[in-house]
């Protein structure tokens, strides 16, 4: 039932589209491409490393992190590193990650009776709630 309601969410198929042509293209996310391999490579390693440490995307100790990335991202695309800009990055970095989307193939694998195989580097879920929290609420 839960499958069917995805399908029939036109939204979630128009996502669906999105991802499915990026990925079969090769294409990275537009805010991958702009910003470099480098700085998105140093991002990817900077929020598997808080991760592992056990800090979470909506705690304190993420602060520096995050702090740290925004700014690398604000001089790169020549914008201020503010509130703005941080809600703009989150929704960049989430068109690659949409939990439906996730939710989506978990069940697909169910049905098909397929081995269920968890995200290795959930970086993106993990950076767009960090983005998204507003530690000064």
């Given at each position: 039932?839960?499958?069917?309601?995805?399908?029939?969410?036109?939204?979630?198929?128009?996502?669906?589209?999105?991802?499915?042509?990026?990925?079969?293209?090769?294409?990275?996310?537009?805010?991958?491409?702009?910003?470099?391999?480098?700085?998105?490579e140093?991002?990817?390693?900077?929020?598997?490393?808080?991760?592992?440490?056990?800090?979470?995307?909506?705690?304190?100790?993420?602060?520096?992190?995050?702090?740290?990335?925004?700014?690398?991202?604000?001089?790169?695309?020549?914008?201020?590193?503010?509130?703005?800009?941080?809600?703009?990055?989150?929704?960049?970095?989430?068109?690659?990650?949409?939990?439906?989307?996730d939710?989506?193939?978990?069940?697909?694998?169910?049905?098909?009776?397929?081995?269920?195989?968890?995200?290795?580097?959930p970086?993106?879920?993990?950076?767009?709630?960090?983005?998204?929290?507003?530690?000064?609420?």
């Amino acid at each position: 039932m839960e499958l069917a309601g995805m399908i029939g969410d036109e939204d979630f198929r128009a996502r669906m589209r999105r991802t499915a042509v990026r990925q079969a293209a090769g294409r990275p996310l537009d805010i991958e491409r702009d910003a470099g391999e480098e700085l998105v490579e140093f991002t990817r390693q900077k929020v598997a490393e808080a991760g592992k440490s056990g800090t979470g995307p909506l705690g304190n100790r993420v602060a520096p992190v995050i702090d740290d990335l925004v700014h690398r991202f604000a001089e790169v695309f020549a914008r201020t590193p503010d509130r703005t800009f941080r809600y703009w990055m989150a929704e960049q970095f989430e068109e690659a990650h949409d939990p439906r989307v996730d939710r989506y193939w978990r069940l697909v694998w169910i049905v098909n009776g397929w081995q269920v195989v968890p995200n290795p580097t959930p970086v993106y879920p993990w950076l767009v709630q960090a983005l998204r929290h507003d530690r000064a609420a």
